[in-house]
Every structure is written in structure tokens, then in C-alpha cells.
């Protein structure tokens, strides 16, 4: 079963230096998502991406972090300068088309730690 | 008002009993609506969507109240396996992000 892979799984980094999270989506899917937790909180929402472009973002997607999708296969979330409150499990999502009801298939998540 | 809330637990459930749990959402607009579980620290895995006339899939049964803007899960027969966190979650009406809620604790022991 094709599923969405992350990597690093856990990415540990000193305030200020920026991080760069991978992410393969599902092959034939077209839309692209990053969501976060931060510990014992809820997941949410950061950005959405279609057809190269973002399509949507939160009020936490701000100047700070970006995302491309730098060749056919990977999608990136960067984060420029990390701050200490960015400590939190990232989740890559994708999912085929953008109807409310379809499903958006998550990736095992990357545990990011700031210092 | 959050968006979406749920009641976090922990239910402490027999194992073969039967657990049920709702949540509630504030936007009228919401399209969408599922059921996802997520196991500790793993990623949020879809367990069912939930449809206006109700639905279920094996053990587990899905109730949407539209007009009291509620959604239900019912597990039956409770399984130690079923122990996870049951993440409520709707897609609005403007867009395609997933809202989640805080999610339900459930713990299922012998």
C-alpha cells in the first residue's frame, strides 16, 4: 500500500539555525499538506500546496517557514530561524484531490527538538 | 469557542464492552466529517468519515447531528488494540484543511 514517508524521523537543532523537513507524498496525489503538534496539544493545520503554489496557510505559517516542491517526488517544509516554541512532531500529508471528503494520507511524522 | 472539542478522557473501557464519545463543532459551514486514531506519537490515521444518514464499519459506528452540530463514535465489543487517542476532525466550508480536535483517550484493559 503507497504510503507518505518522512525523514528525518527526529531532527534536533540548536535556537536560530534553520532545519529543512522531507517529505515523498503518495505518487499520484497532487495536493500537499504540513501539519504540527506540539507535545500533549492538537494537531494543526500549517499549509496547504497545489500546483506549485501554496493554496492555503494558518496564522503559525508565518515569514519564518516555507515550502517547495523541488523536484517530482519531495515536498519541504523550512524553517529559517527555529525558535525554541517550534519543538514539535511535523506531519506531512497528501492527498489526491482537494474535495472536502478525501482523504489526506499522513506521514509518520518528523520529531523536531530546538534547543 | 474552540473549533472543535472533544471530551479527552481517559475512558477506561473492559475489554468487550462498549465505549461511546462525541464531539462537537462550532462552524454550521463544516462540509466533512471523520474519525481519525492516532497511537501514541505515531501520525493520525483515518478510521472512518462520517455521513449525514450515519454509518459503520465493523465495530465502530459514526452518528453526525447536524443541526446540534455533533458527531458520535460508538466501538462495540471493545478490543485492547482499540486503545488510542479518537481524533474528531472537520473539513470547512472554505478550504480543504483538516481541523482537528483535542481528541478522545480511550484505554481498553482485560
Redesign the interface.
Known sequence: EPEVTQTPSHQVTQMGQEVILRCVPISNHL?F?W?RQILG?????LV?FYNNEI??K?EIFDDQFSVERPDGSNFTLKIRSTKLEDSA?Y?C?S?HQ????????????T?LTVL | RKEVEQDPGPFNVPEGATVAFNCTYSNSASQSFFWYRQDCRKEPKLLMSVYSSGNEDGRFTAQLNRASQYISLLIRDSKLSDSATYLCVVTMAAGNKLTFGGGTRVLVKP
Open positions: 495536493y499538506y501539519y496539544q492538537k494537531v494543526e493545520f496547504s493554496s492555503e494558518s512532531m506531519f500529508a492527498s482537494t474535495r472536502p471528503a478525501d482523504t489526506q494520507y499522513f506521514g509518520p511524522g520529531r
